[in-house]
C-alpha cells in the first residue's frame, strides 16, 4: 500500500495568514493525488484533483502543487469558514489511501 | 445535483453482518465508480473499496475477504455488506461516486452525509 504522511498534524494561523500543509507519499505517485477538506460533522469536499486543479466551485485561495512523492495545499488567505481538517489522497494504485489529515484552527 | 443517501442500521451486534445502501438521486448510476468508505469516531479516512456499474469491483486487501459490494443500476443503488464485524468496525460510512476524469485519475467528487454504525451487543 502507499502511504500517504501530511504535516503538520495540526496549526492555528491568523485570518489572512497563508497557510501550507504538505503531503508526502511512500513512492512515487505522479500526479495522482486530490485533497479535500472535512468540517466537523460533515462529510469531506473535494478541492483538489490532479495535484493542482481546482475543483469548481472551490474558491481560488485554495491551490495546490507538486508531483512525485511531495505535494504542497496553500491557502492564500485564510478565511474563518478554512476552519476544517485537510486530507490528502492518492489514486496512482489501490487501496486508494489517504493521509491522515491535518487540522486547521483559527486563531 | 447529484445527491447520495446511505441508510441501514446503526447497530450492529460483534459477529453479525453489517448492511448499507446508498441511494443515488439527481444522476446516473452509470459511468462511475461507487465507493464506500468509512471514518472511525476521531480519526481518519479508509477506503473500503468500490464497484463500478457494471458490477466489477476492487477491494481494499485490509477487508477484502469481509467485504461484499453490490449494484443495482435499475434503482440507482448501491450495497456494502461487511461481515464478522467487530468493535474495530465502528465509524461513520460514506458512500461516494468515484469520477474517471481522465485515464488512471479518480477522485470523490459527490459524497453522502455518513451514516453512523457502532458495533455493539
Known amino acids: 500500500d502507499i502511504q500517504m504522511t501530511q504535516s503538520p498534524s495540526s496549526l492555528s494561523a491568523s485570518v489572512g495568514d497563508r497557510v501550507t500543509i504538505t503531503c508526502r507519499a511512500s513512492?512515487?505517485?505522479?500526479?495522482?493525488l486530490n485533497w479535500y477538506q472535512q468540517k466537523p460533522g460533515k462529510a469531506p469536499n473535494l478541492l483538489i484533483y490532479a495535484a493542482s486543479t481546482l475543483q469548481s466551485g472551490v474558491p481560488s485561495r485554495f491551490s495546490g502543487s507538486g508531483s512525485g512523492t511531495e505535494f504542497t495545499l496553500s491557502i492564500s488567505s485564510l478565511q474563518p469558514e478554512d476552519s476544517a481538517t485537510y486530507y490528502c489522497q492518492q489514486s496512482y494504485s489501490t487501496p486508494w489511501t489517504f493521509g491522515q489529515g491535518t487540522k486547521v484552527e483559527i486563531k | 445535483q447529484v445527491q447520495l443517501q446511505e441508510s441501514g442500521p446503526g447497530l450492529v451486534k460483534p459477529s453479525e453482518t453489517l448492511s448499507l445502501t446508498c441511494s443515488v438521486s439527481?444522476?446516473?448510476?452509470?459511468?462511475?465508480?461507487w465507493s464506500w468508505i468509512r471514518q472511525p469516531p476521531g480519526k481518519g479516512l479508509e477506503w473500503i473499496g468500490y464497484?463500478?456499474?457494471?458490477?466489477?469491483?476492487t477491494n481494499n486487501p485490509s477487508l477484502n475477504s469481509r467485504v461484499t459490494l453490490s449494484v443495482d443500476a435499475s434503482k440507482n443503488q448501491f450495497s456494502l455488506n461487511l461481515n464478522s464485524v467487530t468493535a474495530a468496525d465502528t465509524a461513520t460510512y460514506y458512500c461516494?461516486?468515484?469520477?474517471?476524469?481522465?485515464?488512471?485519475?479518480?477522485?470523490?467528487?459527490?459524497w453522502g452525509q455518513g451514516t453512523r454504525v457502532t458495533v455493539s451487543s
Open positions: 464497484i463500478y456499474y457494471r458490477g466489477s469491483t
Open positions: 513512492q512515487s505517485i505522479d500526479t495522482y
Open positions: 461516494a461516486r468515484g469520477y474517471r476524469y481522465s485515464a488512471g485519475y479518480y477522485n470523490f467528487d459527490y
Open positions: 439527481g444522476g446516473s448510476i452509470s459511468g462511475y465508480y
